[in-house]
């Protein structure tokens, strides 16, 4: 066949495709100001399959580049229409956050105790240390440094505690805590794929921090009055996200060195994948203790309280986490 | 994971990147070179530094202001990418601007997950040395252009409209070949015409002189008048 005649005889299907597609893909505004399509919606796959016909045809007959162009980017949105991956569920987001989450976690317990090894005893050495010579403290950190916390913290200075002071400012602390703690975690997240040595280092270095300042502060007698009070709700979600953090940047770079039977590319694409829950649950964990931080952790009540608090928050993340989601089946996968 | 329906082919050298669909049929779409998509997350960088601007000004409103700019800031740096790409079809408005879209490995439109995925990992793409970001280095070492968000994604820049060509007409009279050509020769005959009239004169004057010593009595330019004229007559044109 002649391309001329080809491009004649199928001329008015095509431009009958664009037109549909071109309708289909509009926005509702501007899809207001077209025409309704001459193309019913149930002969769409129909008519689809045709113009993959025409375009083996024309590539193999040599037709110009112009007319294969142009059947090819017909044919690529047809593609794209007709094999589009269905939009988000509403079931997704109950199963995000009472099946999948926790289940990664749980999924991934190994890298959880690790990490949080790996965090929580540099924490534990730095307090023994100091409880047994307080004088290191010299050594650890600068003094205007340690003058800055131990004045943070001062009992009888304030009456709100912690690095929020006034009403006014705890939406400042709030929109604070967000931005860098939940920042961080991502980076943590993100550079694990670079090598997690990073990662540890990152999970040692604030572990040491937390310990020299609860180690100081106990030494000073502060911490059980008024950093412990503080710190203690929040940090069930704050801490355990932080050690998630780790554990989903280790996964991801582990995924990569360490691809099993995988090729590199795809252990990597499968795990990302797979910890998509994890990393939307850090990101809601960092969000909890933010939350709680510039609200409840600062505001001045009795210390009893505040350990009580901690203590349900404490409960309900180890709840959490270890149960929900056992034996259930995802909504989205119910049939 | 990778979709059982399509295949991706090996990279060609033409740049394009090449799928199987169950029909079928081969589609290529043109992948985004490493500069254009620089320039696009250059103009994005431009409108998230403005957007900043603007919600800087909600420090005049106090300390619960600057509060909600903090919150606000967070969002539009972590956000802005997925959400542009998801209420756009896949194109953030500097990928627009240079006429990118971002689309799944087997060319379907991108989802939220993916879309995800691939931004998650724009901060070590991005900012993590050496030069403006390993990205670069990573998205010059693999067939699709793909920086590291890509990979984990499973997800392509292409390129959305190609330059417009002129109409190709063969602008010579038809010849009908003396020889009995194959089907194989002659659609190599109409490509290599079809190559001439897009412009590349040089390249098929030189192409056509290695036809020289078949036809000793033909001058170079007589050569290469009879195969467009070849091309013309086989591919029937009028």
Redesign the interface.
Known sequence: M????FIAQHEVDWEEIDAFLTYQ?ARRRARAKLDAPVIDAADFPAR??RV??Q??LA?NK?????TL?RI??L??RG??HL???K??KFGSIFDFLFVSFPRVVRQEWKLFWLCSAIFYLPALLTIGILLYNPDYIQIMMDADQVSEFEQMYEPAENERFGESR?A?????????Y??NN??IG??T???G??GYVFTFLILIFNGMLLGVVSGHLLNEGYATQTLFPFVITHGAFELTAIVLSAAAGVR?GHSIFFPGRYTR??S???T??RL?PM??GIVMFFFIAAFIEAFWSAMPLEPWVKYTSGALAWLFVAWYLTFSGRGRVLATEAT | MSNNLTRRHKQPADGDVRVETPEGVNLAAPIADLGSRAVALLIDFLIIAVLFLLLSMLSMFGRTGEGVMLVLMFFVAWTYFIVTEMLMDGASPGKKAMSLRVVADDLTPITLEKSLIRNLFRFVDTFVPPFCGIGAVIMLANDGNKRIGDLAAGTLVIVEARRKRKTLRIEVEPIAPTLALTAKEQRAIVRFANYYEQGYHERANELASRLQPLFPTLSEAEILTNLRGYGRYIKGDE
Do not use: P, W
């Open positions: 002649k391309e001329s005649v893909t689809y399959r993959c016909n375009l083996a590539e040599g037709y110009s580049q112009r162009e090819n980017d044919t690529v593609h794209q094999y589009a991956q939009r988000l006034g006014d400012s705890d939406v400042y602390m709030f929109g604070y967000v931005r939940t920042g991502l980076k997240i993100s550079l794929v670079i991801l590319v795809n990597f694409k499968l990302a994948r998509m990393i939307l």
